[in-house]
């Protein structure tokens, strides 16, 4: 098992940015890859970018191309999410999530660990 803890949501006026960090405890050595969700009110959960675990190749959802960026620190089994230029569309709850197996993951279920989800908001 994997646990995830989710920080750094907030509320944040259009065209801010926020940073969400993920750390991950427990059987850390079977990530291969980890990643970041977002779900709105009423909507699908959906992918918004991953990261290879050993060879730090990224992978971003087209809508946010530009504006968010995914790093790692394996030293501190941490993931993070720097998003900029945020829009009122980008409001949701962020997870994330690790991928065990499947390479460019970007569908929820090809991934097996969740964290308990952080609420962003951004205001207009």
């Known amino acids: 098992q994997v646990q995830l803890v989710e920080s750094g949501g907030g509320l944040v006026q259009a065209g801010g940015s926020l940073r969400l960090s993920c750390a991950a405890s427990?059987?850390?050595?079977?990530?291969?890859?980890m990643g970041w969700f977002r779900q709105a009110p009423g909507k699908e959960r959906e992918f918004v970018a991953g990261?290879?675990?050993?060879?730090?190749?990224?992978y971003i959802e087209a809508s946010v191309k530009g504006r968010f960026t995914i790093s790692r620190d394996n030293a501190k089994n941490t993931v993070y999410l720097q998003m900029n230029s945020l829009k009122p569309e980008d409001t949701a709850i962020y997870y994330c999530?690790?991928?065990?197996?499947?390479?460019?993951?970007?569908?929820?279920?090809?991934?097996?660990?969740w964290g308990q989800g952080t609420q962003v908001t951004v205001s207009s």
């Open positions: 999530a690790v991928d065990k197996e499947f390479p460019f993951a970007t569908m929820f279920y090809e991934y097996h660990y």
């Open positions: 427990g059987r850390t050595g079977s990530i291969y890859a």
């Open positions: 990261i290879n675990w050993s060879n730090s190749n990224t």
